[in-house]
């Protein structure tokens, strides 16, 4: 695969696809799911004309659920994504860092 070609399908994959979902409406509700999207890449190659031609390329996407928009009527609220895996580690190195404070005195 030529690095241009690599070039041209990640530009099409990165595009607002990857950040909102596709609409779901329940009861006159419509939601609409959105994630944080990082991405990044680069490439290269050898331009001296030598044989064997050396051209690489790679990129990469890291997606997490970040909420969604919720539409009731004419009211359109965020409802932020709560990560518990997070918030159960974020609590038990509080626990162990009061624990190793406390332990001290």
């Given at each position: 695969m030529k690095?241009?070609?690599l070039a041209a399908t990640a530009r099409d994959l990165f595009t607002a696809k990857l950040v909102y979902g596709d609409p779901v409406e329940r009861d006159g509700t419509v939601v609409i799911p959105a994630a944080a999207?990082?991405?990044?890449?680069?490439?290269?190659?050898?331009d001296t004309?030598?044989?064997p031609v050396r051209e690489g390329a790679?990129?990469?996407?890291?997606a997490r659920p970040a909420g969604a928009f919720v539409v009731r009527g004419e009211?359109?609220?965020?409802?932020?994504?709560?990560?518990?895996?997070r918030l159960g580690l974020a609590a038990a190195v509080t626990v162990v860092a009061l624990a190793k404070i406390l332990s001290r005195r």
């Open positions: 690095l241009g070609h999207v990082f991405g990044g890449g680069g490439g290269g190659g050898d004309g030598a044989l790679g990129f990469g996407v890291f009211a359109v609220t965020w409802v932020p994504a709560v990560d518990r895996t």
